[in-house]
């Protein structure tokens, strides 16, 4: 079991930047893929970012590709979601979710992970 715990939301004015943390509790959180979700009002959740376990192989929504990163740190039992280029559209609520899985693979769908930390708010002004 991991609990997962989100920081680093915030407001920003749009070109600018943010580094959001996902901190994981739990021993064995280098066996698990991470991913980054984000949810804006009246919408439905929508990928962003999902790393592998080992952070060998990462893959990115079109809508942030070239401007999020998405970075593991196993030591540290953290996720990272570094965003630069901040547009207005990037506003949401921001997740991050685990799923244990050990394969290299990532995974792209909300129903493929089975532990979600509560959310973050970053809100892009214009």
């Known amino acids: 079991q991991v609990q997962l715990v989100e920081s680093g939301g915030g407001l920003v004015q749009a070109g600018g930047s943010l580094r959001l943390s996902c901190a994981a509790s739990g021993r064995t959180f280098s066996s698990y893929a991470m991913g980054w979700f984000r949810q804006a009002p009246g919408k439905e959740r929508e990928f962003v970012a999902a790393?592998?376990?080992?952070?060998?192989?990462?893959h990115y929504a079109d809508s942030v590709k070239a401007r999020f990163t998405i970075a593991k740190d196993n030591a540290k039992n953290t996720v990272f979601l570094q965003m630069n280029s901040l547009k207005p559209e990037d506003t949401a609520v921001y997740y991050c979710?685990?799923?244990?899985?050990?394969?290299?693979?990532?995974?792209?769908?909300?129903?493929?992970?089975?532990?979600w930390g509560q959310g973050t708010q970053v809100t892009v002004s214009s």
């Open positions: 979710a685990a799923r244990q899985d050990n394969s290299g693979s990532y995974y792209l769908q909300t129903r493929s992970y089975d532990h």
């Open positions: 790393i592998s376990w080992s952070g060998g192989s990462t």
